[in-house]
Nanobody, 125 residues
Framework: HVQLVESGGGSVKTGGSLKLSCAASGNTFSTHCVAWFRQAPGKEREGVAVVYTDDVTIHYADSVNGRFTISRDNVKKMLYLQMDALKPEDTAMYYC???????????????????WGQGTQVTVS
């Protein structure tokens, strides 16, 4: 399995932007379905966005659609999440996740993934 390390979190004002990055180790990143999840205090983890191995098929949670952009670079083995027009309700720990499959069915289910990063905190005030 790949190992994942997130970076780029921080504190930002409402309406601001942040870009999260996730570095993957190993040689199989390009064959993994990858996604971003988040977890706010007292809430369950929720899927934010997913990108298939084709780098074309992408899905977003309704709450972030139109504000967040997920992308991947299979050569650099990186996953990104550009977050714009941030709101206080976006405050959460953000996790990079991966599944050893080119298919991303049930992408919102936490049990669909076999690799998780340690998380990076995003705070919007």
């Amino acid at each position: 399995h790949v190992q994942l390390v997130e970076s780029g979190g921080g504190s930002v004002k409402t309406g601001g932007s942040l870009k999260l990055s996730c570095a993957a180790s190993g040689n199989t990143f390009s064959t993994h379905c990858v996604a971003w999840f988040r977890q706010a205090p007292g809430k369950e983890r929720e899927g934010v966005a997913v990108v298939y191995t084709d780098d074309v098929t992408i899905h977003y949670a309704d709450s972030v659609n139109g504000r967040f952009t997920i992308s991947r670079d299979n050569v650099k083995k990186m996953l990104y999440l550009q977050m714009d027009a941030l709101k206080p309700e976006d405050t959460a720990m953000y996790y990079c996740v991966a599944r050893a499959s080119s298919w991303c069915s049930k992408w919102r289910a936490t049990t669909s993934y076999d690799a998780w990063g340690q998380g990076t905190q995003v705070t919007v005030s």
